[in-house]
């Protein structure tokens, strides 16, 4: 009898469930295993460690969520990068509970790799690229007030918006858009673009 073959999106597939039922805390290396019926040394050959793992699955779901933004951002759609997190979130429930229901700190006991931080930093630095450009186009400026104004509007409302129907393992309901559409306007009401 051959043994299952296990790949590396085998293993994050399994922490994310994990994470999603119970908390960052509960993706151990021994319950990763265990939910795939994976030796651990499967495991130790996809991973250098529980740290590398999580810090992986962590980077992978904050660059799928934050494509949908910088693709309305890009062209020009505050409004559709602020409702893209409830969307996001019905489609993606598991990862939309392991990125805004938890901080990315809660993943690492030790130290991420440095390739792994070189690329956090770097998605970082694009992320708030984005923001910049769209406080400036929207606002005309970029400083402090610019960007925190569309910090709020863009991620701070949208994710106290779904934050507690993700606590409560369900999808966020149509009057949600509603209330991050009327915030969203309330806000840019006075502004070149709304």
Sequence with gaps: MTRPAFDHADFLDAALALV??????????????????????????????????LGALWLQTVQDFQQGIEAALAAGDGLAAALHTPAWVRAHPNEGRLLLLYHRNDFVQGDWPEALRAQVAAHTRRAGASLKKFARDTFGRAGFEEIRRAQFVLAEVPVAA????????????????????????????????A
């Design 162 to 193: 779904v934050r507690q129907h993700l606590y409560r393992r369900e999808p966020p309901p149509p009057i949600v858009d509603e209330l991050i559409r009327t915030t969203f306007r309330a806000v840019m009401r006075g502004y070149r673009r």
């Design 20 to 53: 999603s039922e119970h908390g960052p805390q509960a993706a151990t290396i021994a319950a990763i295993t265990e939910r795939l019926k994976a030796p651990t040394g499967s495991f130790y050959h996809r991973f250098k460690s529980r740290d590398a793992l």
